[in-house]
Nanobody, 125 residues
Framework: QVQLRDAGGALAQAGGSLRLSCEASGGTFNTYTIAWFRQAPGKEREFVAAIRSSGGRKYYADSVKGRFSISGDKNSNALFLEMTTLKPGDTAVYFC??????????????????WGQGTQVTVSS
């Protein structure tokens, strides 16, 4: 049984930093893409970032480019999202996800199979 456990969400000040983690168990994901999505109250779930396990290529939403960094640790099946220069607009529940999206659809939610339970990030001004 594949399980994803995301964690690290907290209350932060604008301009501050947080580090989210996602621990995967029940399988190996060397041929998968692992991603972060987020959902703010009253809004649709949106893509944040992704990394392809095979080649390590990374993708970011325009809203977080230059501020967030996604990385993975193959040895521990862990995924991380380093968030810096946080803004109140980053407030959302963040979810890690695993799937096999085609290259042209890295941000397509339906192409991800497994999801974490979500971790709350709140950024105050």
């Amino acid at each position: 049984q594949v399980q994803l456990r995301d964690a690290g969400g907290a209350l932060a000040q604008a301009g501050g930093s947080l580090r989210l983690s996602c621990e995967a168990s029940g399988g190996t994901f060397n041929t998968y893409t692992i991603a972060w999505f987020r959902q703010a109250p009253g809004k649709e779930r949106e893509f944040v970032a992704a990394i392809r396990s095979s080649g390590g290529r990374k993708y970011y939403a325009d809203s977080v480019k230059g501020r967030f960094s996604i990385s993975g640790d193959k040895n521990s099946n862990a995924l991380f999202l380093e968030m810096t220069t946080l803004k109140p607009g980053d407030t959302a529940v963040y979810f890690c996800a695993v799937g096999r999206p085609i290259l042209s659809a890295m941000s397509t939610e339906s192409m991800y199979y497994y999801w974490g339970q979500g971790t709350q990030v709140t950024v105050s001004s």
